[in-house]
């Protein structure tokens, strides 16, 4: 009977080599991305206008876009986010409303983000008349995130004890009233939390910007919200694919500064939620 | 307790925009239909079936044969889950239910920085250097192929299948493992006979919802696999140059005059697009919904 034993040696050692499998590149992707971006970091890299073409300078109008139109995301997408989440949790009862909601948020999280794009160009851009300019980008953008804010928010919501709940209303607090002073700042950590990994997919994404926001080469700051905008993901895909001649130490600094600023962003998340997890109470 | 008028009033009001966003996101998603419809549909008028779901894309040529492009994604994506699909369910197996908590605790959070790097940053990383080591390996006259879509595709997937199907195993309760143990089978064997099978359809969920990622991926592919509309059949088509429905309006929209027929026919590419990644996203819901349903009992 030896051989079932050998047998479970085996296929943990598969499962191993699968896991490594799947790390592995994860690691190479950072490691390779770090290494030859690190060369071209420099304080005139990150603050400088592009020049000659995007081959030379900076990339400051690029950084300053993309924290602009993440900043607009969160503008219409906290609110937006975070109401849906605690009509979700707290109001809606189930019933086939509350399950076409449902089917919409898991439906809006898989519509392809191009898709969004299209959507931001024929609504935003051409129907409302705003153009390729920030308020369209960061409309579209906001629509995109919402599912992934309203599903962690409407988590932290629900991990909140009912009897948080009716003790407010034992008081003789309203339901509003409970909402607004005990289970909105228990849930809020979660929601942060949830808030910054919908903006992080919002500043790292291209597909939803060509279109509405995204300008080639602007080699200055924009002026008003109705203006266009260079940004860091497009911005990648331009230097990487549509100027012939350009210095592998650019492309590498920008796919270092997108990458770096968007996965801090994700482990500032990460802490927040693992920290206030430890602390929790209940 | 009684409350005055003005809390009442500013509860009522409150009540009510938080129910309005609620179903404002039900809009969106009607909104984001109706826009595809309006752009989109003309197409169908201005030129036949014949020429739409033809074998030839020249938009400027008046041909525009989405056949090759709609292939070009489905051989990429199905390519990408052959990949990812035993990758992904060995590595949630390996996390739930083998590896060691020091392993957990760092594979966990790898996962999810893999989930966070940015779609362009893999496609840059993919054209810079897994395409020459895909040229070299397979002795193609260029690395942006099919295939090597189909490896980043795949690897963009992982982080998906494998939360999901994370969670399904985790879903099976402890006592079906008791049992086999019980029996005397190995773990491995329980793993492999009971526990994988209960947890099937939240593996099938977690497939298909990678696949709908997949599908829907845009600038990775944009940038790695050639961008060729040739019809991808043949033994060799991984091999070859392909270009995909998301690559194609993601090149194009920036070009077309709005209003042309190239314009309405890019808006119909997103209908194609849209009605796809809702199906499969509605098989994704349905088998969760059933799940939740049926309670304890999977």
């Known amino acids: ?282 | 307790m009684k409350h005055t008028p003005r809390v009442r009033w500013a509860e009522f009001a409150i009540e009510s925009l938080i129910r309005v966003i609620g179903f404002s996101t039900v809009g969106f998603v009607i909104l984001i239909f109706l826009f595809l419809l309006r752009e989109g549909l003309p197409a169908f008028a201005q030129i036949d079936l014949g020429n739409l779901f033809g074998t030839r894309w020249y938009p400027t040529f008046g041909l525009f044969g989405t056949l090759p492009l709609i292939l070009g994604s489905v051989l990429i994506t199905i390519s990408a889950i052959v990949i990812a699909l035993p990758l992904g369910v060995a590595a949630a197996v390996f996390i739930r239910e083998v590896a060691p908590n020091w392993a957990r605790e760092i594979l966990k959070p790898m996962i999810e920085v893999l989930a966070g790097i940015p779609s362009v940053v893999l496609g840059f990383f993919g054209m810079t250097l897994v395409a020459p080591i895909v040229r070299e390996t397979f002795g193609a006259p260029t690395g942006l192929v099919a295939f090597t879509g189909a490896l980043i595709l795949a690897y963009m997937s992982l982080p998906t299948i494998i939360s999901v199907a994370e969670d399904a195993l985790d879903a099976v309760p402890k006592m079906y493992r008791d049992a086999g143990l019980a029996m005397g089978a190995t773990q491995w064997q329980t793993i492999w006979r009971v526990v994988v099978p209960a947890a099937r359809s939240g593996i099938v969920t977690a497939v298909m919802l990678g696949m709908g990622r997949a599908i829907g991926e845009t600038m990775a592919v944009m940038m790695v696999t050639g961008n060729a509309a040739r019809l991808p059949l043949g033994l060799d088509a991984l091999f070859r140059p392909v270009r995909t429905m998301t690559a194609t309006i993601a090149a194009e929209m920036g070009e077309v005059a709005h209003g042309s027929v190239h314009y309405h026919v890019l808006f119909a590419i997103g209908i194609i697009l849209f009605v796809i990644t809702f199906l499969i996203n509605l098989a994704a819901a349905s088998t969760m919904f059933r799940k939740r349903r049926r309670g304890g009992l999977r």
């Open chain 1, 1 to 282: 009977m030896r051989n079932r034993f050998v047998a479970q040696r085996v296929g943990f050692a598969l499962l191993t080599l699968a896991a490594l499998a799947v790390v592995i590149p994860i690691l190479a992707v950072v490691a390779v991305i770090v290494i030859r971006g690190a060369a071209a970091i420099n304080w005139e890299f990150l603050t400088a206008m592009p020049r000659d073409g995007m081959r030379a300078g900076g990339i400051f109008p690029a950084i300053v876009g993309t924290v602009v139109l993440t900043l607009g995301t969160a503008i219409v997408a906290i609110p937006l986010g975070v109401g849906g989440a605690i009509y979700l949790s707290e109001y809606a009862r189930d019933t086939w409303v509350t399950r076409a909601i449902r089917l919409a948020i898991i439906n809006l999280a898989g519509i392809p983000s191009v898709v969004y794009g299209l959507f931001g160009l024929g609504l935003f851009v051409l129907l409302l008349g705003f153009g390729t300019s920030i308020v369209a980008g960061s409309l579209t953008l906001s629509i995109m995130t919402l599912p992934v804010i309203i599903s962690t928010a409407e988590e932290a919501l629900r991990a909140v004890p009912t009897e948080f709940r009716t003790v407010s209303a034992s008081l003789g607090g309203t339901r509003w009233q409970a909402i607004r002073h005990i289970v909105l700042p228990q849930a809020l950590p979660g929601i942060i939390t949830g808030v910054i990994l919908g903006l992080l997919r919002a500043a790292g994404e291209t597909a939803p910007i060509l279109f509405t926001v995204a300008a080639f080469y602007l080699p200055r700051l924009p002026r008003s919200p109705l203006d266009q905008t260079m940004a860091l993901p497009y911005h990648l895909y331009v230097v990487s694919t549509q100027v012939p001649g350009m210095p592998q130490k650019i492309q590498f600094g920008t796919a270092l500064v997108l990458l770096g600023l968007v996965l801090s962003l994700n482990v500032v998340a990460t802490m927040i939620r693992s920290y206030f997890r430890r602390r929790r109470q209940w």
